[in-house]
C-alpha cells in the first residue's frame, strides 16, 4: 500500500541535541516551491520534493509532518525572501516607501508565483483550519514591513497621530493575497498605485472628525437647493 505523504509521524523525529543545518531548509523549501509550481498541490508529494532536492525523506519529515505544513513553510519563505526587512525604502515620504517596495518581475515569474498561490489556495479550500497558519505565510510579512514604514511616517509627522496604522498596514497584504488566491491575478505596479493613493494614504491622513469622502456631500440637497431660491428672490 502506498504511503500516505500527509501522514503526520511517517518518520521519526530527529533523535535529541541533533541541529537542522537552516542552509538545508531553504533548499527543501525552495524544492517544494518549485515542484509545486509545476505540478501543483494535488500533484505534490514529499517523494518529488525529496528528490528535487536531492535528500531523503527521511531528511523532509523531521523537519515537516505533512505536505501541507511543508508548503504553506514554503509560501512564507517566498514571502520572507521578498523583503528586506533591515534595509527598509526610506525615500522621505510614505508613499515612497511603499512603491518602493515593490520589485517588478518577470512574466515568467509572476506566473510561478501566481501558480504557487494556486496550490496554496487549493490546500486551503480543503482545509479552513488552516486559514491562520497561512495569513501568518502570506499577509503578516508585508503587514510588518508596512507598519514599520507607517510608524516612520508617524514620527515624522506625515499622517493622521490617530491613525490606527495596526490595521491600516494589513490592508494592502490582505487584497494582494486576495488578488493572487481568490482571483488569481498578479499583484502589479497599477494595482499598487490604486490602492497606495486611493485607499491607504486618505485614510492615513485623514483626520477623526472628518468625515469619509461623499460625492453626495458636493451637491445641496433639494429642499436645502429649494431654500436657497427662495432666498435668492425675497
Not at 102 to 119: H, V
Amino acid at each position: 500500500m502506498p504511503q500516505n505523504d500527509d501522514a503526520a509521524g511517517a518518520v521519526e523525529p530527529a533523535p535529541p541535541g541533533r541541529r537542522r543545518d537552516p542552509s538545508r531548509d531553504a533548499q527543501l523549501l525552495e524544492a517544494t516551491l518549485e515542484v509545486l509550481a509545476e505540478v501543483g498541490a494535488a500533484g505534490l508529494t514529499m517523494d518529488l520534493v525529496a528528490a528535487r532536492a536531492g535528500a531523503g525523506k527521511a531528511t523532509i519529515y523531521r523537519r515537516w509532518t505533512s505536505k501541507t505544513e511543508l508548503v504553506i513553510d514554503a509560501v512564507a519563505h517566498m514571502k520572507r525572501k521578498q523583503i528586506d526587512f533591515e534595509h527598509l525604502p526610506d525615500t522621505g515620504t510614505l508613499r515612497g516607501d511603499l512603491l518602493a517596495l515593490f520589485k517588478p518581475q518577470s512574466l515568467e515569474e509572476s506566473e510561478r508565483k501566481l501558480k504557487i498561490m494556486a496550490g496554496l489556495a487549493s490546500l486551503l479550500s480543503q482545509d479552513q483550519s488552516l486559514a491562520d497558519a497561512a495569513n501568518a505565510a502570506v499577509v503578516q510579512p508585508w503587514a510588518q514591513a508596512h507598519l514599520a514604514l507607517m510608524r516612520r511616517a508617524l514620527e515624522r509627522g506625515e499622517i493622521s497621530a490617530s491613525a490606527d496604522i495596526d490595521t491600516l498596514s494589513q490592508v494592502l497584504p490582505s487584497m494582494s493575497a486576495y488578488r493572487g488566491l481568490v482571483q488569481r491575478k498578479p499583484f502589479d505596479r497599477a494595482f499598487l498605485v490604486s490602492m497606495v493613493d486611493g485607499v491607504l494614504m486618505p485614510a492615513l491622513r485623514r483626520q477623526p472628525s472628518e468625515p469619509p469622502p461623499d460625492s453626495t456631500a458636493q451637491s445641496p440637497s433639494p429642499q436645502r437647493a429649494v431654500s436657497v431660491r427662495k432666498r435668492s428672490r425675497d
